[in-house]
């Protein structure tokens, strides 16, 4: 392999290291303006595109049976696991363009439709929010009801 190609493998284990997950997408049909927006607001949700040889991809995932095929770029989700694959799926539904092949997330390797289920979960902090919530409306439910029974006897 020669020196280009090295760095360019170096680059990409350096970002898998770094991401808690990465999604695949078939990116034919995307336009420059299209390439950019996608660019742009993945980085809003910390995370970053790049468009990288399949090869080479595989070489530093380190996985040997991983099966690429077409035109690929590699969605890599630095801040979550979810919120840049979230951001791929509202824009494929907006543009109608991209189509998820596979995503990494830690040790596994989801398909297609996996990866769409995950990128419609709720965020951390949205999960977090609602289970606080929840917490909070049942108990004081339940103080109330502690203090109706006080005031009963």
């Known amino acids: 392999m020669n020196q280009n190609k090295v760095g360019r493998v170096s ?3 350096d ?3 770094k991401a808690k997950s ?6 034919k049909g995307m336009n420059v303006a299209q390439a950019t927006q996608l660019r742009s607001e993945i980085k809003k949700v910390g995370g970053e595109v790049k468009v990288e040889k399949n090869t080479l991809f595989k ?3 380190g996985i040997k049976d991983l099966d690429i ?3 690929s770029a590699f969605v890599f989700s630095n801040s979550d696991e979810v919120s840049a694959l979230k951001t791929v799926f509202d824009f494929i539904k907006k543009n109608n363009v991209l189509s998820f092949k596979f995503s990494l997330v830690g040790n596994k390797i989801l398909n297609a439709e996996e990866t769409v289920k995950l990128s419609q979960t709720a965020s951390k902090e949205d999960s977090v929010s609602k289970i ?5 409306y049942n108990m004081s439910k339940f103080v109330r009801t502690l203090d109706a029974i ?4």
């Not at 606080?132 to 909070?136: A, E, F, G, P, S």
């Open 11 to 13: 680059k990409l284990r």
């Open 22 to 27: 990465v999604g695949v997408v078939d990116y």
């Open 132 to 136: 606080l919530y929840l917490l909070n």
């Open 15 to 17: 970002l898998l290291s």
């Open 59 to 61: 070489i530093a995932t």
């Open 69 to 71: 095929k077409g035109l």
């Open 150 to 153: 006080a005031k009963a006897r």
